[in-house]
């Protein structure tokens, strides 16, 4: 189904052509598209695609500005574009939406003027939805947030994709938020991680239960968000996600759990997308680190992040790191033991105190 904005602009010097249409491939995504435009279209305005996704069919620019964007394509001018014999055609990363449901897609033209603010000329909407096959949670997801740690009870996490299709670095994250999160980028305060490591296709792992250190939520949250992400080559991605409400500051500890079939409710438009069930499950030499034994302290101590291989990506998700003391570890490792770390400039005793629980060489 094709639709035309008509809040903005006022009138239309650009449109997409009767051509257009996408095509997934793991993590990246192609657009083509051909266009008609008005000999002034490039008058003092750049042109871009975007592909957007949205839980349901979006019928204004205010669904679209808030459309989970899974990327933008900047456009030559469009006089190049325009009678041209054949369609523009971008290859470009792909940031999918989280979680399981399914998403309408939208493929928008829109301009941006200099110093101005972006407008949507025009937009298409597909009538197929997509649901995207990412590592994720299965069944029971649990949370209990103490003063300064964070217990976690996942009872499986599991990878759909087709055979051969091995997951990137895998990281369970506790993220809290001021507003509950639906899949896409957010803003929020870090409460706690680990990594968990790569799972093979169609397999599934069974964590259990095990603590980790936890920065306690400033008022601010009113949602805890456990994320599952994966690390795709560039960055950490939000995989799969359940939301719980946050504590009150008298509601100490916090202990609720939920299912995992559906993190957040879909619109009318779309569809649940059914559990992989899969028998085979990985030895216990697959799971680095194996999170599911961590009862003890040795075990516990696998889930931390390494100072002498991990990237400046990870290392960044500490608590009490930033970016500058990140650049400086880089720098300064290998580390020979653990408690040198404390004599990088800007870490000291302090810091180093609160984050030796995380860390490991």
């Known amino acids: 189904m094709k639709s035309t904005l008509t809040s903005t602009p006022n009138t239309k010097i650009a449109s997409l052509g009767h051509s257009h249409g996408y095509r997934f491939e793991s993590d990246s995504v192609t657009l083509n598209a051909s266009f008609d435009a008005l000999p002034s279209a490039d008058s003092g305005r750049t042109w871009s695609l975007r ?127 001021a507003t509950p999160y639906t899949g896409g980028r957010f803003t ?39 994320m599952l992400r994966e690390w795709n080559g560039a960055a950490f991605v939000s995989r799969d996600y359940l939301t719980f409400d946050a504590p009150t500051p008298s509601a100490s500890p916090c202990t609720t759990d939920e299912k995992a079939h559906a993190p957040v409710a879909p619109s009318a438009e779309a569809i649940e997308a059914s559990p992989v069930v899969s028998e085979t499950k990985p030895a216990a030499s697959e799971i680095k680190p194996t999170v599911s034994e961590a009862k003890s302290s040795e075990d516990e101590q696998d889930s931390r992040i390494s100072i002498n291989t991990a990237t400046a990506e990870v290392l960044n998700r500490i608590a009490g790191l930033n970016k500058t003391l990140v650049a400086t570890i880089l720098k300064k490792r290998p580390f020979k033991t653990l408690t040198d770390l404390a004599k990088v400039k800007g870490i000291g005793t302090k810091t180093f105190d609160k984050i030796k629980a995380l860390v490991k060489l």
């Not at 990878?159 to 670095?169: F, Q, V």
């Not at 706690?192 to 400033?218: C, D, K, V, Y």
């Open 188 to 226: 929020g305060e870090p409460v706690a991680g680990a990594i968990l490591g790569n799972l093979e296709a169609g397999q599934i792992w069974t964590p259990g239960t095990f603590t980790l250190h936890a920065e306690r939520p400033s008022t601010e949250a009113k949602h805890l968000v456990v």
């Open 51 to 177: 592909l957007l996704a949205t839980p349901g069919i979006p019928t204004n620019a205010e669904d679209l500005q808030n459309a989970h964007l899974i990327t933008e394509v900047p456009l030559p001018p469009m006089s190049e574009l325009t009678g041209a014999v054949d369609n523009f055609e971008s290859v470009s990363g792909a940031l999918t939406p989280a979680g399981r449901g399914a998403h309408v897609i939208t493929l928008a033209l829109l301009s941006h003027q200099n110093g101005g603010a972006s407008e949507f000329h025009d937009f298409s909407t597909y009538a197929h939805s997509e649901t995207f096959a990412h590592p994720r949670f299965c069944d029971t997801v649990g949370i209990t947030l103490n003063e300064d740690t964070v217990t976690l009870s996942l009872d499986c996490i599991e990878n759909p994709r087709a055979s051969g299709n091995t997951s990137g670095t895998l990281s369970v994250e506790v993220w809290a938020t």
